[in-house]
């Protein structure tokens, strides 16, 4: 059985918006723009013209990056937006629903929950290391679990989902379900991705951003990686001319050789830190446990975590806890920051940590 069956019968049959033809060498009187920029004297770039219906430089730009055919890669308004577009195109409000692994991403559940799909959790445990367990998994799916997500590395736990287990996923869930790796922290983890292996499976999905390793959380940009068929829905969903013209130049500007190379010298910084942040953090007799982490952030249970938060607000240094997460009590996430801010927030332990 194929997707064909899975996807919501309004999306498998929807008559997309047909928009206005963008030749270049005519005179573009079919669209109600206006013909000059109001601003061109300031000598920014004018922005009269609506943008490319699709930025489709961008989108096989990243196709090299994720080394995929252009043919499986939709570019959206960050991740967040694939996640909403898959959860709008495979549940049926009221009767779906999609299949989470908690602690893990909470945008998961809040666009099933606009969409009126149901969440059924999966939990991860801190004694299990939060490993993902494959069988439970499975037996957690009801009949009408229409998509499993699995961040990896996930956010907050910082482990990885072995690539082995999500393609026993998607073999097991065929024609039932579509697994989707969300693997916004790939790079923090040697680049090791599943892009490559969506050709093989009409039910695996990949997400991927720039808003992490890149450096480009601001502009908004992300990927999902997939089937074609599977691609063509999103792409009918997503609204015309969705990628802003200054976003898709900056994006392709960071797209460059030089720029990322930059970008990966930043990711070996960055978990050269994360290295010294986990040795330092274990060191210290406030902390319970620091999990070890493939990402730009580590996860860690503290003695006293309010008493962590006070000395942190005190020095106004924010990381993020977990009031509403059982499983997480006391613990924070905190993100790897430059060697200044990690230093400020190992100072700030240290001294809050005494003074308690
Ligand atoms: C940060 C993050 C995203 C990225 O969201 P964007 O909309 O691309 O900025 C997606 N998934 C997870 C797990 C994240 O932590």
Same mark, same amino acid.
């Given at each position: 059985?194929?997707?064909?069956?899975?996807?919501?019968?309004?999306?498998?049959?929807?008559?997309?918006?047909?928009?206005?033809?963008? /030749?270049?060498?005519?005179?573009?009187?079919?669209?109600?723009?206006?013909?000059?920029?109001?601003?061109? $004297?300031?000598?920014?770039?004018?922005?009269?013209?609506?943008?490319?219906?699709?930025?489709?430089?961008?989108?096989?730009?990243?196709?090299?990056?994720?080394? %995929?055919?252009?043919?499986?890669?939709?570019?959206?308004?960050?991740?967040? /937006?694939?996640?909403?577009?898959?959860?709008?195109?495979?549940?049926?409000?009221?009767?779906?629903?999609?299949?989470?692994?908690?602690?893990?991403?909470?945008?998961?559940?809040?666009?099933?929950?606009?969409?009126?799909?149901?969440?059924? !959790?999966?939990?991860?445990? !801190?004694?299990?290391?939060?490993?993902?367990?494959?069988? /439970?998994?499975?037996?957690?799916?009801?009949?009408?679990?229409?998509?499993?997500?699995?961040?990896?590395?996930?956010?907050?736990?910082?482990?990885?989902?072995?690539?082995?287990?999500?393609? *026993?996923?998607?073999?097991?869930?065929?024609?039932?379900?579509?697994?989707?790796?969300? *693997? !916004?922290?790939?790079?923090?983890?040697?680049?090791?991705?599943?892009?490559?292996?969506?050709?093989?499976?009409?039910?695996?999905?990949?997400?991927?951003?720039?808003?992490? $390793?890149?450096?480009?959380?601001? !502009?908004?940009?992300?990927?999902?990686?997939?089937?074609?068929?599977?691609?063509?829905?999103?792409?009918?969903?997503?609204?015309?001319? $969705?990628?802003?013209?200054?976003?898709?130049?900056?994006?392709?500007?960071?797209?460059?050789?030089?720029?990322?190379?930059?970008?990966?010298?930043?990711?070996? /910084?960055?978990?050269?830190?994360?290295?010294?942040?986990?040795?330092?953090?274990?060191?210290?007799?406030?902390? %319970?446990?620091?999990?070890?982490?493939?990402?730009?952030?580590?996860?860690?249970?503290?003695?006293?975590? $309010?008493?962590?938060?006070?000395?942190?607000? *005190?020095?106004?240094?924010?990381?993020?806890?977990?009031?509403?997460?059982?499983?997480?009590?006391?613990?924070?996430?905190?993100?790897?920051?430059?060697?200044?801010?990690?230093?400020?927030?190992?100072?700030?332990?240290?001294?809050?940590? *005494?003074?308690?």
């Amino acid at each position: 059985m194929s997707i064909e069956t899975l996807v919501r019968p309004e999306i498998r049959n929807l008559n997309p918006y047909v928009t206005a033809r963008q /030749e270049s060498a005519s005179v573009r009187l079919n669209a109600n723009e206006l013909p000059w920029s109001p601003r061109d $004297a300031d000598g920014v770039a004018p922005l009269n013209r609506y943008p490319d219906i699709r930025p489709v430089t961008l989108q096989t730009a990243l196709a090299r990056l994720y080394g %995929v055919a252009a043919t499986n890669v939709l570019v959206t308004r960050g991740s967040s /937006e694939a996640i909403d577009l898959l959860i709008r195109a495979f549940c049926r409000a009221g009767r779906d629903s999609i299949v989470v692994t908690p602690p893990t991403f909470a945008m998961y559940r809040v666009y099933a929950d606009i969409q009126g799909a149901g969440t059924i !959790a999966a939990p991860l445990s !801190a004694e299990r290391d939060f490993r993902l367990d494959v069988a /439970e998994t499975l037996e957690r799916c009801a009949p009408d679990t229409k998509l499993v997500f699995v961040c990896s590395p996930n956010n907050p736990t910082g482990n990885i989902v072995p690539q082995a287990d999500i393609i *026993e996923l998607a073999r097991a869930r065929s024609g039932q379900s579509v697994i989707v790796v969300d *693997e !916004a922290y790939a790079e923090f983890n040697d680049e090791d991705s599943l892009a490559a292996s969506v050709a093989g499976f009409d039910n695996l999905v990949v997400l991927r951003t720039l808003s992490k $390793a890149l450096g480009l959380a601001g !502009a908004r940009c992300g990927a999902v990686i997939g089937a074609p068929p599977l691609i063509g829905w999103l792409n009918g969903m997503l609204a015309p001319y $969705a990628l802003a013209t200054p976003v898709v130049d900056r994006v392709m500007e960071a797209m460059s050789a030089a720029n990322l190379n930059r970008a990966r010298r930043a990711v070996i /910084e960055v978990v050269r830190e994360r290295q010294r942040m986990t040795a330092a953090l274990d060191a210290m007799p406030s902390v %319970v446990r620091v999990w070890p982490s493939r990402t730009n952030f580590l996860l860690a249970r503290f003695h006293d975590l $309010a008493a962590v938060l006070r000395a942190l607000h *005190e020095r106004r240094i924010l990381v993020r806890d977990f009031p509403h997460e059982p499983g997480l009590a006391g613990c924070v996430r905190i993100t790897i920051g430059s060697r200044e801010e990690n230093d400020l927030l190992l100072a700030a332990l240290r001294s809050g940590m *005494e003074d308690g």
